[in-house]
């Protein structure tokens, strides 16, 4: 029942998705044209009537109602509360989907951790994996009359499980079940480990997680209160624009309606949007039922099913014979290029935003922690201009100043002007050694002067 289009998107392109607007199953049109031509045969059912059946007192009496309606209208908050309908179902309807158990990692544990090729050994993992494919998907069919019939129950099953005297739903007496034979698939040595007995736990917990979230998604719905007053906003509103949209005669004079061309266009854009939002919220608030969008159930449970069985007992120990594969002796393996991807070999890899980002040599010089010193205290103030000829400085230590331009750098070894260490005079007064007294830390922070 899915509608699946991926395929016909697959490539952007020019007008992509209007392909896509001549479809019919699972479109828009098929879920709103009753509601569509209903109200368009009510909004020119008026309109007949105000045009020809309608007295002349009577007709100023509509028009009033109608400047009424139209006016009334807008207090309706119809797009807030429809919004945030649509969003949380459309969030529920995603969290239903990715709560599906699947059965694959279950049947893995069980085809890898339960051994024996013997009719004793298929028949553990057939009776451990049995109820789960279709059973647990739809949280208590294994208690249903169909599952002895399908086979996800035997009739010794079945008459235990309705011996067993709960009012409640019971798909978690499988899981019970399943954890009493793999202990006895333990025992009798099926089982090699307390490891893969743990596994075999872990897999059967995560779907049974999977079960009872499901579960609890058909059991808790939506609050009622919320979804009727979104339905009633919006039928409330289009109901009001059936009188307050309805087009008057342009003689008298009334603003806004100068112009009478019978068929409300926006208004019935306007329709289809809103009452489609909300249709599409009615269709996915429940995806287990028979919509067009709705999840492919039988399709899953067939599918889980036959694959369960396959993995447990016809692909037991069946591994393909060993062998070399193609690129053996390549130091670095290529895949093979179709002719229409092979230009894709001559762009560029991706090796990080970062990789090519290059700075000047002076730039990259480490300061030795020593020169630069730890300071505890602000330096004093520096006047307008200063600031950036002292940064200027710590980059490019013993240079001449600012203004009269960079000197010659003095050799290695040879002394500085100022206290007598590795930094100049200006430098020193940027990171605050003043002389006699104890290194200042930084402030950037503009002084009055500055300012």
């Known amino acids: 029942m899915t509608v699946t289009y991926t395929a016909r998107v697959a490539t952007a392109r020019f007008g992509g998705f209007s392909q896509l607007l001549l479809l019919w199953r699972g479109s828009i ?177 995560r779907f049974r997680a999977n079960c009872s979230l499901l579960f609890h998604y058909d059991w808790i719905s939506v609050p009622l209160v919320y979804t009727q007053v979104v339905t009633i906003a919006v039928y409330a509103f289009f109901a009001t624009c059936l009188i307050g949209r309805q087009f008057l005669d342009p003689a008298q004079g009334y603003a806004g309606h100068e112009l009478d061309l019978g068929l409300p266009v926006f208004t019935l854009l306007q329709f289809f949007f809103y009452v489609g939002w909300l249709k599409v919220a009615e269709q996915l608030i429940n995806p287990f039922g028979e919509d067009d969008d709705d999840f492919e159930t039988n399709t899953l449970i067939d599918r889980n099913f036959q694959v369960s069985m396959l993995a447990v007992d016809e692909l037991y120990g069946e591994v393909p014979t060993l062998e070399r594969d193609r690129y053996w002796d390549s130091a670095s393996p290529r895949a093979p290029y179709t002719a229409a991807t092979a230009a894709q070999l001559r762009l560029p890899n991706f090796r990080g935003s970062a990789f090519d980002v290059t700075l000047a040599k002076e730039e990259m010089q480490f300061q030795p922690l020593e020169d630069i010193g730890e300071t505890s205290e602000p330096p ?72």
């Open 29 to 205: 049109y098929k879920l709103l044209y009753r509601e569509v031509l209903l109200f368009l045969g009510a909004y020119l059912g008026l309109s007949m009537a105000y045009r020809f059946l309608l007295s002349e007192p009577q007709r100023r009496l509509f028009e009033k109602l109608v400047l009424y309606c139209d006016r009334s209208a807008e207090l309706i908050p119809v797009a807030f509360v429809l919004g945030f309908y649509v969003a949380v179902v459309l969030e529920r309807w995603w969290g239903q989907f990715r709560s599906v158990p699947a059965p694959d990692g279950l049947m893995l544990a069980v085809g890898c951790g339960v051994h024996g090729a013997d009719a004793r050994g298929r028949i553990l993992r057939r009776t451990l994996i049995a109820p789960f494919p279709g059973g647990g998907l739809i949280m208590g069919v294994v208690s249903s009359l169909g599952s002895v019939p399908v086979g996800f129950l035997t009739r010794e099953e079945r008459r235990r499980l309705d011996a067993l005297r709960s009012p409640y739903n019971k798909f978690w007496v499988p899981c019970v079940w399943f954890g009493a034979l793999a202990g006895q698939a333990r025992r009798e040595g099926r089982v090699r480990d307390d490891c893969t007995l743990k596994l075999l736990m872990e897999e059967l917990n």
């Open 380 to 451: 004093p103030h520096l006047p307008m201009g200063t600031f950036s000829c002292h940064f200027s400085l710590l980059r490019h230590k013993n240079s001449a100043g600012c203004e009269g331009g960079h000197g010659a750098e003095p050799p290695p070894g040879a002394p500085t002007e100022g206290d007598g260490d590795s930094l100049g005079e200006d430098t020193a007064v940027l990171l605050g050694s003043v002389t006699g007294e104890s290194p200042h830390s930084w402030d950037l922070r503009p002084t009055d002067e500055m300012v």
